[in-house]
């Protein structure tokens, strides 16, 4: 009998087929600091991003014979390493894609409408100055006919690129490997349509896009530093929806504060689960807390494909 620990929970109907498989599903928290201890009880875990699996956890549990991670990027697991040990590695790219795309849009209506602001300043201020409130909130502009740059143009840039040509905006992309610029559109009713992204440098993008959006996964320094943040156009609104690190928080504070960036929104931050108080604090950044792929939706089919997955490999 197989044991899995879902260290970071799974959605009821993964563990359901899971346990109709034969497997035994344990979705009780264990602390990272005690997972050496503890984990060599079974035989796969499963994580998020909160749980981290290491090297050292790796050598701690030789009893562990897969790590599935329900999300997209792997980050949080030492990823060559294990498959040195014969551990099997799973993620789930597609299942959260529609979800995290979303999410870049409604972070883009806040920052261009200012709720973000607004809904901090009307609980204090509207009863007192509504007038005033109106017209610092009556220079917001619309999506549509903008330029939205993609930084990243895998399963996740895909989707947003199709949500922006569906509102009317030009899309140019950047990725560091090539890609295929077409789309299929899926427009309702079963009608689907063609369209296509115009591929560009990462110069370009930071130089010519109205708004940029990063899906890119980790690296060692940020994508955009004070040295990019300094090219960017002028106003431009910047959206992370990827990972903590891909953008220079610092720099960032000092390109909303001189107007280079006209406001940026942020679902991923350097210092997790503790963001600096210049980020959250800034009246021109839209925040939330790490949820891009947080919906109900993403989180069914994001257990539904772990679970096969891990089915598929332990029947082989």
């Known amino acids: 009998m197989i044991k899995l620990l879902a260290n970071d929970g799974i959605d009821p109907a993964g563990k359901a087929l899971l346990e109709a498989a034969g497997f035994v599903v344990d979705t009780v928290n264990i602390p ?8 060599n009880e079974y035989d796969a875990i499963t994580v998020r991003s909160a749980t981290k699996v290491r090297k050292a956890l790796l050598d701690a549990c030789p009893n562990i ?7 997209v990027g792997v980050d949080n697991i030492d990823v ?22 979303e999410l870049v849009f409604g972070h883009l209506f806040s920052g261009v409408r200012f709720l973000q602001d607004s809904n901090r300043k009307m609980p204090v201020e509207g009863n007192t100055k509504f007038n005033d409130l109106k017209k610092a909130y009556a220079k917001g502009v619309e999506l ?21 040509i569906g509102l009317g905006m030009d899309v140019i992309a950047y990725d560091l490997f090539p890609f295929n610029p077409e789309l299929d559109l899926e427009l309702g009713g079963g009608l689907k349509v063609k369209a296509s992204v115009k591929t560009a440098t990462l ?11 990063l899906h890119t996964p980790f690296i060692d320094k940020a994508l955009l530093g004070a040295e990019e943040l300094a090219q960017l156009k002028k106003g431009v609104g910047l959206v992370n929806c990827s990972r903590g690190g891909l953008i220079d928080e ?10 280079q ?3 940026a929104a942020l679902d991923v931050y350097d210092n997790e689960p503790t963001p600096r108080a210049e980020i959250i604090t800034h009246p021109k950044i839209s925040l939330t807390p790490h949820i891009g792929a947080a919906t109900n939706e993403a989180q069914e089919r994001i257990g539904v494909e772990l679970a096969n997955l891990i089915i598929g490999y332990f029947k082989k």
């Open 32 to 39: 990272q600091d005690e997972l050496p201890a503890r984990l």
């Open 65 to 71: 014979k897969l790590v599935g991670r329900g999300g």
């Open 80 to 101: 060559d390493y294990a498959k040195e040990k014969g551990v099997a590695v799973f993620n789930t790219p597609a299942a959260s894609s529609r979800s995290v795309a």
């Open 144 to 164: 549509g006919g903008k330029t939205l740059g993609i930084l990243g143009f895998g399963r996740i840039g895909r989707e947003v690129a199709k949500m922006a």
């Open 203 to 213: 110069e370009e993008v930071i130089k010519n896009s109205d708004f940029i959006t």
């Open 250 to 259: 610092l720099a960032l504070v000092d390109a909303l504060n001189s107007g």
């Open 261 to 263: 960036v006209s406001f």
